[in-house]
């Protein structure tokens, strides 16, 4: 597993980005979680958002984050890849270790991190002004890569990952905006599985999609486990229920429950939770 430091290696000599492919290794159950996370707090400015979250998140398997609006969710997700520090005033109290690497540790690089912790917002946002081709090796190209081979079996290998590259193959220099909403959603994750990443985030990924394809964003969710870890933030239940090993549940910035899904489902422990599940609250 690579460290989180910046790679020296110059821009313009790269072919490869940093961090190697993330099927190369399979994790073992007994390799530990993908983030092991202890009494983590962070504020915005004066107000805190988070408060002693304590939980790991296992590799190679589909986390969901449930909870009300404002619960701290999205807050947390961006917290995993660092994302949160865009926004001035943020300050952090706590542990996260991701694969046994403190995250937060001065020497660590947050680009860097944000490669190795990809993120798929909540609202597609393929560039404007980029072809799908473009869209997806933009990332690649930012790291410097530039063989022209290595590019192309790349963008295809991450179309397919996607479940595009059926439906783009023959069209790869239209623009990314001239997508359907679904297939703009999947190019997005296409553009954030081009640079493989060892975990992919995904924001309510499928909160402005029809029923048609976000059957095919919570199929490609089953798909990706098998080679990422992943972590979603919804606030659709049965979404929840369809696609996750594990549901954590947040309320007011703090972990009410985490445990399997079928059990926070069935029969979880907390009444906090077991209320927000049956639709009592939230």
């Known amino acids: 597993m690579p460290n989180l430091v910046s790679n020296s290696t110059p821009p313009e000599t790269a072919t490869a980005p940093a961090p190697p492919g ?16 202890e009494g983590f707090s962070l504020w915005y400015g004066p107000r805190q958002a988070l408060d002693g979250i304590t939980i790991r998140i296992p590799a190679r398997r589909v986390t969901a984050i449930i909870g009300p609006s404002g619960c701290g969710k999205s807050t947390f ?20 270790r991701f694969f046994g690497e403190d995250l937060y540790a001065p020497a660590v690089d ?41 590019l192309q079996g790349r963008l295809e290998e991450s179309l397919r990952m996607a479940a595009l590259w059926d439906e783009v193959k023959d069209h790869l220099r239209r623009p990314g905006t ?7 959603q999947r190019l997005c994750i296409a553009r954030a599985l081009a640079v493989q990443p060892e ?10 999609l029809d029923p048609l394809a976000t ?3 919570e199929e490609l969710i089953q798909q990706l486990r098998l080679r990422f870890t992943v972590v979603i933030v919804t606030h659709n239940m049965q979404q929840a229920a369809r696609c996750s090993d594990r549901t954590a549940f947040f309320y007011l910035g703090k972990l009410v429950e985490y445990d399997d899904t079928r059990r926070i489902f069935t029969t979880p422990a907390n009444p906090q939770t077991e209320a927000y599940v049956s639709g009592r609250f939230g």
Do not use: W, Y
Request: glycine share 10%; aromatic share 4%; charged share 20%.
């Open 77 to 96: 997700l961006r917290a995993l890849n660092r994302m949160h520090e865009l926004t001035p005033g943020t300050r952090i109290a706590g542990s996260l």
């Open 199 to 208: 975990v992919l985030l995904m924001d309510e990924p499928c909160s402005a």
């Open 110 to 150: 947050p680009v860097v991190v944000r490669r190795r912790v990809g993120m798929v917002f909540q609202k597609s946002n393929p560039f404007p002004t980029m072809s799908i081709e473009e869209n997806v090796l933009v990332g690649l190209r930012l790291n410097g890569v530039r063989d022209r081979a290595f």
């Open 178 to 184: 001239s997508l359907s909403g679904g297939q703009q």
């Open 22 to 37: 993330p099927g190369s290794v399979p994790v073992a159950a007994d390799d530990g979680p993908a983030f092991d996370i």
């Open 215 to 217: 059957a095919k964003i």
